[in-house]
């Protein structure tokens, strides 16, 4: 069965630490990744996404993402995270039968 | 209205009740989702639909019945729910048979317990 999983489930950082997030799925074929966001009281909102092309993605608000393929990964980073980062942080894959797939989450709160 | 909407936000219901949540997409997408999603756990995909036309349904129990009068619209109708089906409900769209804006946009959700 396809999986995504996503290995950290909570993490704890301080203000202008670095962050990485990992990311990796179980799917031999062409895929679509994305990193959903969830700010408390808020609904999921896309971050960033890789289609094709260059495998480092930037998103909104200095995130980026690595899709390392040998790896079936596709890991998080942001070089200095804020405050407002808190929020829960969701990997999905669709595959080529628009199927997507996300990970059960992982939990960031931001120490100011 | 913009994106993806859904109604109630919130919904308190008995085991012997009969519920409908309702889902609307303003964006002009082909497909529609509804996802459930419960603490520590992944996103669980429920139903998909494209075209109006169910193309998907993950072995979710019957007491879930989900409706798709036309694009722009989703309900899931609810009955003689357990309480164990207390969760986030989220409805999502987006465009397939393109390559370049096919992620999903999510609606905010309907916070369901069931009693």
């Known amino acids: 069965a396809q999986s995504v999983s996503q290995h950290n489930h909570h993490v704890i950082l301080s203000e202008a630490a670095s962050l990485e997030l990992g990311c990796n799925y179980s799917?031999?074929?062409?895929?679509?990744l994305f990193w959903y966001v969830q700010y408390p009281g808020q609904h999921l909102q896309l971050l960033l996404k890789?289609?094709?092309?260059?495998?480092l993605v930037k998103g909104i608000k200095g995130f980026e993402a690595e899709f390392i393929k040998s790896k079936f990964s596709f890991n998080l980073r942001k070089p200095s995270v804020q405050w407002s980062d808190t929020a829960e942080y969701f990997c999905?894959?669709?595959?080529?039968?628009?199927?997507?797939?996300f990970g059960t989450g992982t939990s960031l709160t931001v120490i100011p | 209205e913009t994106g993806v909407t859904q109604t109630p936000r919130h919904l308190v219901m008995g085991m012997t009740n009969k519920k409908s949540l309702k889902c609307e997409q303003h964006?002009?997408?082909?497909?529609m989702y509804w996802y459930k999603q419960s603490a520590k756990k992944p996103l669980e995909l429920m139903f998909v639909?494209?075209?109006?036309?169910?193309?998907e349904n993950n072995s979710v129990p019957s007491r879930f019945s989900p409706e798709c009068p036309n694009s722009s619209h989703l309900f899931l109708h609810l009955h003689t729910l357990q309480p164990e089906d207390s969760a986030l409900y989220l409805c999502?769209?987006?465009?397939?048979?393109?390559?370049?804006?096919?992620?999903?946009?999510f609606g905010p959700g309907t916070r369901l317990t069931v009693l």
């Open positions: 964006l002009g997408h082909n497909a």
């Open positions: 799917y031999g074929g062409t895929v679509n």
């Open positions: 890789y289609f094709s092309g260059d495998p």
């Open positions: 639909y494209n075209f109006k036309e169910q193309t």
């Open positions: 999502a769209s987006s465009q397939t048979g393109t390559t370049s804006y096919n992620e999903q946009f």
């Open positions: 999905a894959v669709r595959n080529t039968g628009n199927q997507f797939y």
